[in-house]
């Protein structure tokens, strides 16, 4: 079990830190859907930088333009 000590250190260390790649991620791929919810919201705006959220959005952005593509030239 942790202490309560150690936890919230590690949390205070969090919140000053960057965010992780699997974070912008994921939220780029939440606002893409329109499903981010208010918490995330706040920690991107407090801790991302924002050439990482362009970065991961023009690529989602192409991977979905992509996927579009293809299932259409599936279908018809």
């Given at each position: 079990?942790?202490?309560?000590?150690?936890?919230?250190?590690?949390r205070k260390q969090q919140k000053d830190s960057d965010l992780t790649l699997t974070e912008v991620v994921g939220s780029v791929?939440?606002?893409?859907?329109?499903?981010?919810?208010?918490?995330?919201?706040?920690?991107?705006?407090?801790?991302?930088?924002?050439?990482?959220?362009?970065?991961?959005?023009?690529?989602?952005?192409?991977?979905?333009?992509?996927?579009?593509?293809?299932?259409?030239?599936?279908?018809?």
């Amino acid at each position: 079990m942790k202490s309560t000590t150690s936890s919230s250190t590690t949390r205070k260390q969090q919140k000053d830190s960057d965010l992780t790649l699997t974070e912008v991620v994921g939220s780029v791929f939440a606002a893409g859907l329109g499903v981010q919810s208010r918490e995330n919201k706040v920690r991107d705006f407090s801790r991302g930088k924002p050439v990482h959220f362009i970065i991961a959005g023009l690529l989602f952005t192409g991977m979905f333009l992509l996927a579009l593509v293809a299932v259409v030239n599936v279908v018809v």
